[in-house]
Protein backbone atom coordinates (compact mmCIF):
# COMPACT_ATOMS: atom_id res chain seq x y z
CA UNK A 1 0.00 0.00 0.00
CA UNK A 2 0.83 3.63 -0.67
CA UNK A 3 1.15 6.29 2.17
CA UNK A 4 1.47 9.78 1.45
CA UNK A 5 0.12 12.49 -0.65
CA UNK A 6 0.34 13.19 -4.69
CA UNK A 7 -0.28 16.66 -6.26
CA UNK A 8 -3.24 16.03 -8.83
CA UNK A 9 -4.35 18.50 -12.33
CA UNK A 10 -8.05 18.22 -11.68
CA UNK A 11 -8.83 18.80 -15.20
CA UNK A 12 -12.54 20.11 -16.03
CA UNK A 13 -15.33 17.79 -16.36
CA UNK A 14 -14.06 15.17 -13.28
CA UNK A 15 -15.53 15.27 -10.32
CA UNK A 16 -13.40 15.16 -6.86
CA UNK A 17 -14.95 11.66 -6.36
CA UNK A 18 -13.97 10.92 -10.11
CA UNK A 19 -10.38 11.40 -9.12
CA UNK A 20 -10.75 9.02 -6.61
CA UNK A 21 -12.03 6.42 -8.41
CA UNK A 22 -9.60 6.49 -10.79
CA UNK A 23 -6.66 6.97 -8.46
CA UNK A 24 -7.77 4.00 -6.58
CA UNK A 25 -7.30 1.76 -10.21
CA UNK A 26 -3.93 3.09 -10.66
CA UNK A 27 -2.49 2.74 -7.33
CA UNK A 28 -4.60 -0.73 -6.97
CA UNK A 29 -5.82 0.60 -3.02
CA UNK A 30 -8.78 1.66 -1.87
CA UNK A 31 -7.33 3.96 1.11
CA UNK A 32 -7.47 7.13 -0.87
CA UNK A 33 -9.04 10.52 -0.34
CA UNK A 34 -9.19 14.10 -1.43
CA UNK A 35 -8.55 17.11 0.68
CA UNK A 36 -11.36 19.41 -0.31
CA UNK A 37 -13.68 19.18 -3.66
CA UNK A 38 -13.77 21.13 -6.61
CA UNK A 39 -16.68 21.88 -8.77
CA UNK A 40 -16.54 19.77 -12.13
CA UNK A 41 -16.28 22.46 -14.22
CA UNK A 42 -13.13 23.40 -12.01
CA UNK A 43 -9.48 22.65 -12.72
CA UNK A 44 -6.63 23.01 -10.73
CA UNK A 45 -4.49 21.84 -7.75
CA UNK A 46 -6.43 19.23 -5.77
CA UNK A 47 -4.27 17.21 -2.87
CA UNK A 48 -4.81 13.69 -2.63
CA UNK A 49 -4.09 11.37 0.24
CA UNK A 50 -2.82 8.01 -0.11
CA UNK A 51 -3.11 5.57 3.08
CA UNK A 52 -1.90 6.71 6.16
CA UNK A 53 -1.82 10.20 4.22
CA UNK A 54 -6.15 10.10 4.69
CA UNK A 55 -5.31 11.35 8.19
CA UNK A 56 -3.96 14.48 7.08
CA UNK A 57 -7.43 15.32 4.53
CA UNK A 58 -8.61 17.27 7.74
CA UNK A 59 -5.80 19.18 8.39
CA UNK A 60 -5.46 20.14 4.76
CA UNK A 61 -8.83 21.08 4.48
CA UNK A 62 -8.56 23.99 6.73
CA UNK A 63 -5.36 25.33 4.88
CA UNK A 64 -5.50 28.91 2.81
CA UNK A 65 -6.34 28.25 -0.93
CA UNK A 66 -5.55 30.53 -4.20
CA UNK A 67 -7.90 30.78 -6.84
CA UNK A 68 -7.75 32.31 -10.76
CA UNK A 69 -10.89 33.10 -11.65
CA UNK A 70 -13.49 34.99 -14.66
CA UNK A 71 -15.92 36.86 -13.33
CA UNK A 72 -18.95 37.55 -16.05
CA UNK A 73 -20.67 40.93 -15.09
CA UNK A 74 -24.16 41.10 -15.96
CA UNK A 75 -25.81 37.56 -16.01
CA UNK A 76 -26.91 36.03 -13.04
CA UNK A 77 -27.17 31.85 -12.42
CA UNK A 78 -29.02 29.79 -9.71
CA UNK A 79 -25.33 28.09 -9.65
CA UNK A 80 -23.55 31.76 -9.32
CA UNK A 81 -21.35 30.00 -12.07
CA UNK A 82 -21.74 30.29 -16.02
CA UNK A 83 -22.83 26.42 -15.99
CA UNK A 84 -26.69 27.36 -14.21
CA UNK A 85 -29.96 28.52 -15.29
CA UNK A 86 -30.12 32.75 -15.87
CA UNK A 87 -32.18 33.99 -13.53
CA UNK A 88 -31.98 37.73 -15.17
CA UNK A 89 -29.51 39.81 -17.01
CA UNK A 90 -28.78 43.28 -16.84
CA UNK A 91 -26.63 45.71 -18.73
CA UNK A 92 -23.07 46.65 -17.33
CA UNK A 93 -22.46 50.35 -17.23
CA UNK A 94 -20.21 50.12 -14.96
CA UNK A 95 -16.40 51.57 -15.30
CA UNK A 96 -13.40 49.30 -14.37
CA UNK A 97 -12.12 51.61 -11.92
CA UNK A 98 -15.22 50.65 -10.32
CA UNK A 99 -14.86 47.37 -10.36
CA UNK A 100 -11.68 46.83 -9.19
CA UNK A 101 -12.57 49.24 -6.13
CA UNK A 102 -16.03 47.32 -5.47
CA UNK A 103 -13.23 44.19 -5.86
CA UNK A 104 -11.04 44.88 -3.50
CA UNK A 105 -13.83 46.11 -0.88
CA UNK A 106 -14.00 42.59 -0.02
CA UNK A 107 -10.60 41.77 1.58
CA UNK A 108 -10.90 41.11 4.97
CA UNK A 109 -13.73 39.25 7.05
CA UNK A 110 -17.33 38.78 5.10
CA UNK A 111 -20.71 37.52 5.65
CA UNK A 112 -20.76 34.95 2.92
CA UNK A 113 -24.10 32.80 2.11
CA UNK A 114 -23.27 29.63 0.88
CA UNK A 115 -24.73 28.79 -2.46
CA UNK A 116 -27.90 26.30 -3.07
CA UNK A 117 -25.87 24.25 -5.57
CA UNK A 118 -23.40 23.14 -2.46
CA UNK A 119 -22.60 20.27 -0.89
CA UNK A 120 -23.39 21.31 2.73
CA UNK A 121 -25.88 19.98 4.26
CA UNK A 122 -29.56 21.03 6.35
CA UNK A 123 -31.41 18.62 8.29
CA UNK A 124 -29.09 15.80 6.36
CA UNK A 125 -29.68 17.03 2.87
CA UNK A 126 -27.13 18.47 1.02
CA UNK A 127 -27.56 21.41 -0.42
CA UNK A 128 -27.48 20.59 -4.14
CA UNK A 129 -30.12 17.76 -3.51
CA UNK A 130 -32.47 20.03 -2.27
CA UNK A 131 -32.00 22.42 -5.40
CA UNK A 132 -32.13 20.08 -7.76
CA UNK A 133 -35.73 19.17 -6.53
CA UNK A 134 -36.36 22.75 -6.85
CA UNK A 135 -36.29 23.39 -3.32
CA UNK A 136 -34.58 26.58 -1.92
CA UNK A 137 -34.02 26.53 2.13
CA UNK A 138 -32.38 29.28 4.39
CA UNK A 139 -28.81 29.33 4.74
CA UNK A 140 -27.10 30.71 7.61
CA UNK A 141 -23.98 33.37 6.72
CA UNK A 142 -20.47 32.19 7.65
CA UNK A 143 -17.55 34.66 8.10
CA UNK A 144 -14.90 33.82 5.44
CA UNK A 145 -11.61 35.72 5.22
CA UNK A 146 -10.69 36.74 1.81
CA UNK A 147 -6.73 37.07 2.66
CA UNK A 148 -5.62 38.46 -0.79
CA UNK A 149 -7.86 40.04 -4.53
CA UNK A 150 -6.08 41.53 -7.20
CA UNK A 151 -7.61 42.12 -10.64
CA UNK A 152 -5.35 40.53 -13.66
CA UNK A 153 -7.15 41.81 -16.08
CA UNK A 154 -10.50 43.74 -16.74
CA UNK A 155 -12.02 43.33 -19.89
CA UNK A 156 -16.12 44.74 -19.33
CA UNK A 157 -18.09 42.83 -19.38
CA UNK A 158 -15.28 40.21 -17.83
CA UNK A 159 -12.39 40.49 -15.14
CA UNK A 160 -9.65 38.19 -14.50
CA UNK A 161 -9.24 37.73 -10.43
CA UNK A 162 -6.96 36.22 -7.84
CA UNK A 163 -8.09 35.13 -4.84
CA UNK A 164 -6.27 33.68 -1.66
CA UNK A 165 -8.74 32.97 0.85
CA UNK A 166 -9.26 30.86 4.22
CA UNK A 167 -11.22 27.31 3.83
CA UNK A 168 -15.04 27.44 3.47
CA UNK A 169 -14.98 30.19 0.96
CA UNK A 170 -17.10 29.64 -2.44
CA UNK A 171 -15.41 31.78 -5.08
CA UNK A 172 -18.76 31.90 -6.87
CA UNK A 173 -20.52 33.27 -4.29
CA UNK A 174 -17.97 35.81 -4.50
CA UNK A 175 -18.32 36.77 -8.10
CA UNK A 176 -22.12 36.97 -7.39
CA UNK A 177 -21.67 39.25 -4.09
CA UNK A 178 -19.06 41.07 -6.53
CA UNK A 179 -21.61 41.26 -9.10
CA UNK A 180 -24.48 42.69 -6.80
CA UNK A 181 -22.60 45.47 -5.27
CA UNK A 182 -21.85 46.58 -8.62
CA UNK A 183 -25.75 46.55 -9.53
CA UNK A 184 -25.56 44.49 -12.63
CA UNK A 185 -24.91 41.30 -11.60
CA UNK A 186 -22.40 38.62 -11.93
CA UNK A 187 -21.11 34.99 -11.80
CA UNK A 188 -18.27 32.89 -11.98
CA UNK A 189 -17.10 32.02 -16.04
CA UNK A 190 -13.82 30.08 -14.54
CA UNK A 191 -12.14 28.56 -11.89
CA UNK A 192 -8.87 27.40 -11.59
CA UNK A 193 -7.51 26.65 -8.47
CA UNK A 194 -3.61 27.79 -7.88
CA UNK A 195 -2.41 26.42 -4.60
CA UNK A 196 -3.66 24.31 -1.34
CA UNK A 197 -0.69 25.26 1.13
CA UNK A 198 2.76 23.63 0.14
CA UNK A 199 0.88 22.20 -3.15
CA UNK A 200 1.12 24.29 -6.64
CA UNK A 201 0.25 24.21 -10.28
CA UNK A 202 4.09 23.81 -11.01
CA UNK A 203 4.27 20.23 -9.12
CA UNK A 204 1.07 19.41 -10.39
CA UNK A 205 0.20 15.93 -12.28
CA UNK A 206 -2.92 15.18 -14.22
CA UNK A 207 -4.49 11.55 -14.17
CA UNK A 208 -2.92 10.66 -17.65
CA UNK A 209 0.68 11.20 -16.54
CA UNK A 210 0.07 9.52 -13.25
CA UNK A 211 -0.67 6.64 -15.07
CA UNK A 212 2.10 6.90 -17.05
CA UNK A 213 4.32 7.05 -14.07
CA UNK A 214 2.54 3.81 -13.32
CA UNK A 215 3.24 1.91 -16.43
CA UNK A 216 6.76 3.08 -15.98
CA UNK A 217 7.20 2.07 -12.38
CA UNK A 218 7.92 5.48 -10.96
CA UNK A 219 4.91 6.07 -8.82
CA UNK A 220 7.41 6.76 -5.71
CA UNK A 221 8.79 9.70 -7.61
CA UNK A 222 5.08 11.59 -7.42
CA UNK A 223 4.25 10.88 -3.55
CA UNK A 224 5.55 13.12 -0.53
CA UNK A 225 5.98 11.07 2.96
CA UNK A 226 3.34 12.47 5.30
CA UNK A 227 6.59 13.45 7.60
CA UNK A 228 7.65 16.25 4.86
CA UNK A 229 4.16 17.70 5.49
CA UNK A 230 5.78 19.26 8.44
CA UNK A 231 8.41 21.44 9.43
CA UNK A 232 10.17 22.07 12.88
CA UNK A 233 11.72 19.97 15.61
CA UNK A 234 12.11 16.01 15.59
CA UNK A 235 12.06 14.17 18.62
CA UNK A 236 13.69 10.15 18.58
CA UNK A 237 12.34 7.83 20.87
CA UNK A 238 14.49 5.26 23.05
CA UNK A 239 13.96 1.43 21.95
CA UNK A 240 12.00 0.61 25.56
CA UNK A 241 9.27 3.58 24.18
CA UNK A 242 8.36 2.44 21.05
CA UNK A 243 5.76 0.11 21.99
CA UNK A 244 4.10 2.99 24.20
CA UNK A 245 4.23 5.00 21.23
CA UNK A 246 2.56 2.93 19.34
CA UNK A 247 -0.13 2.80 21.85
CA UNK A 248 -0.80 6.65 22.19
CA UNK A 249 0.64 6.81 25.60
CA UNK A 250 1.75 10.59 26.70
CA UNK A 251 5.21 11.03 27.55
CA UNK A 252 6.26 12.98 30.42
CA UNK A 253 7.94 16.26 29.77
CA UNK A 254 11.82 15.22 31.44
CA UNK A 255 11.75 12.27 29.22
CA UNK A 256 10.22 13.94 25.93
CA UNK A 257 13.15 16.28 26.60
CA UNK A 258 15.77 13.67 26.40
CA UNK A 259 13.97 12.15 22.95
CA UNK A 260 14.16 15.71 21.30
CA UNK A 261 17.78 16.00 22.30
CA UNK A 262 18.11 12.91 20.26
CA UNK A 263 16.48 14.27 17.69
CA UNK A 264 18.63 17.53 17.64
CA UNK A 265 15.98 19.42 19.16
CA UNK A 266 15.12 21.45 22.84
CA UNK A 267 12.48 21.22 24.57
CA UNK A 268 12.36 25.40 24.62
CA UNK A 269 12.06 25.16 20.65
CA UNK A 270 9.56 22.83 20.90
CA UNK A 271 6.65 23.77 23.08
CA UNK A 272 4.17 25.38 20.80
CA UNK A 273 5.19 23.68 18.34
CA UNK A 274 3.86 20.18 16.21
CA UNK A 275 6.71 18.09 17.07
CA UNK A 276 7.82 14.69 14.80
CA UNK A 277 8.48 11.74 16.59
CA UNK A 278 9.78 8.82 15.41
CA UNK A 279 10.90 5.62 16.46
CA UNK A 280 13.98 4.29 18.10
CA UNK A 281 14.92 2.23 14.41
CA UNK A 282 13.85 5.94 12.32
CA UNK A 283 10.85 4.84 11.56
CA UNK A 284 7.96 8.44 11.40
CA UNK A 285 5.90 6.90 13.89
CA UNK A 286 3.51 10.94 14.38
CA UNK A 287 2.94 14.05 16.05
CA UNK A 288 3.26 15.35 19.55
CA UNK A 289 2.02 18.10 20.87
CA UNK A 290 3.03 19.64 24.99
CA UNK A 291 0.21 19.90 27.05
CA UNK A 292 0.76 22.98 29.46
CA UNK A 293 -2.30 21.92 31.86
CA UNK A 294 -0.01 18.48 32.70
CA UNK A 295 3.07 19.24 32.12
CA UNK A 296 3.67 16.39 29.13
CA UNK A 297 3.40 15.72 25.32
CA UNK A 298 0.97 13.65 24.06
CA UNK A 299 -0.19 12.58 20.72
CA UNK A 300 -1.99 14.99 18.21
CA UNK A 301 -1.80 12.59 15.18
CA UNK A 302 0.31 9.16 14.36
CA UNK A 303 0.67 7.70 11.00
CA UNK A 304 1.50 3.68 11.45
CA UNK A 305 1.32 2.39 8.42
CA UNK A 306 -1.08 -0.13 7.63
CA UNK A 307 -0.03 -3.71 6.64
CA UNK A 308 -0.61 -4.28 3.22
Not at 9 to 23: I, N, R, W
Not at 80 to 104: N, R, S
Not at 288 to 303: G, L, N, S
Request: proline share 4%; hydrophobic share 35%.
Amino acid sequence: MYHGLINVYKEPGFTSHDVVAKLRGIFGQKKIGHTGTLDPAAEGVLPVCLGQGTRLADMLSDQTKTYQAVLLLGRETDTQDATGQTLAEHPVEVTEEEVAKTAASFIGCYSQVPPMYSALKVKGKKLYELARAGKEVERQARQVQILGLSMDWIKLPRAGLTVTCSKGTYIRTLCDDIGKALGCGGCMERLKRTRVERFTLENSHTLSQIQQFRDEGRLEELIIPVEEMFDGPKAVFGVSWDGLALNGNPVEEKIFSAFLRKGGSSQEEAVGQMVRVYSSKGEFLGIYQYDQAKKRWKPKKMFLADKD
